[in-house]
DNA sequence: AGAGAAAATGTGATAAGGTAACATTGCTGT
DNA sequence: ACAGCAATGTTACCTTATCACATTTTCTCT
């Protein structure tokens, strides 16, 4: 068979254990090149910001993102988590999630996806789905309006298979 | 006049012009059947919200409603219109459009749909689209992740039909 | 009708998220 | 070196959202 290459880490990662030392790595790594390649800098802010985002599988607030840069020394003002995280979005490195209004890390730097959202509302992982089918189901569904999307948020909030045995005994 | 009753009415009005004042009062009366049938109380405050919101087809923040509300004599602290705003949502008679922080009045309350929003950039409209496809195709990508889905946020930004000729112009 | 419980509202305070504006630093090219 | 521009630091401020608690209204049951 096809032997897959490393070339669709998010869906080996998502809500699966694994290494994510070289899961975080890889993907700082596959950034740094895709930033080069588009011939953008990648300062040391905006490179702290990232590797800070891909401790965990989840998405961070931008104040929270702001204490870590701030605990390396660097500004702790608003504007300077807000500007590295705005640089990163902008340039396909990171997601904004904005059920969460907070950032993710992108898994896949540089390769012009869609991104659809998965958020576990019980253990917080957000994992990053390829969903081709979903945007063209919507750009469908704006067609027959005329309308002409240009951006376009799709996240879904539930359970990931890990917490889905056991989250609802609670109630 | 009793013209429309079994009609779709997001799909006759979504950035098409319209008789809006009858638009919004069906609307508005819908709602009110939906929540009597639910066995929920429509009180003064929240059929004021619904009614601003309903005044146009585009999303308002919730300061904006409070401002409202508070000029028609009603508390003017923030909770007064969130409190509104929330039964509302949750009651299945407005939505929470995340992309611009605001709420938009429910085109088809009590119809137990999946809302997929268009908001034009320019004009600010926005429109609820019937959109079974992009959900089932989400729900798809989320099972092949094992994920269970609870709620969904589907928004695309761009032009509505309006809009799309002329707007880019000024760049 | 009247007591008690539950739902809804009023209000003050504060948390959390986000931006504007301007001074300063540092890189880039000539 | 020096002009020009990108990036950063910093101050101040704005918008959005929630908490906590007192008061009123409405519901429920006797
Ligand atoms: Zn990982
Ligand atoms: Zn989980
Ligand atoms: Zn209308
Ligand atoms: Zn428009």
């Known amino acids: 068979m096809v032997k897959q290459r490393d070339t669709k880490p998010s869906a080996k990662t998502a809500f699966v254990t694994h290494d994510h030392e070289g899961c975080a790595a890889g993907t ?3 950034a740094q090149e895709a930033a080069r390649e588009k ?3 990648m ?3 905006r490179q702290r910001a990232l590797e800070i985002l891909l401790e965990e599988h989840r998405a961070m607030g931008a104040y929270e993102v702001l204490d870590r840069l701030a605990a390396d020394g660097f500004g702790n003002q608003p504007p300077v988590a807000y500007r590295a995280l705005e640089f990163l979005v902008e340039n396909g490195l990171a997601h904004r999630v904005r059920r969460l209004n907070a950032f993710a890390a992108c898994m896949r730097p540089g390769e012009d996806h869609a991104p659809v ?3 576990c509302r019980a253990c917080g992982e957000v994992a990053e789905a390829g969903a081709d089918e ?3 189901a919507l750009l469908d569904a704006a ?4 309308f002409t999307v240009e951006r376009a948020t799709v996240e ?3 359970l990931c ?3 889905v045995d056991g989250a609802e005994v609670v109630a």
């Open 134 to 136: 979903v945007r063209s």
């Open 156 to 158: 879904a909030l539930g």
């Open 39 to 41: 011939g953008v800098r």
């Open 143 to 146: 067609a027959r309006h005329n």
């Open 161 to 163: 298979p890990r917490c």
């Open 43 to 45: 300062t040391p802010v």
């Open 28 to 30: 700082l790594h596959r």
């Open 117 to 119: 959202f998965l958020i």
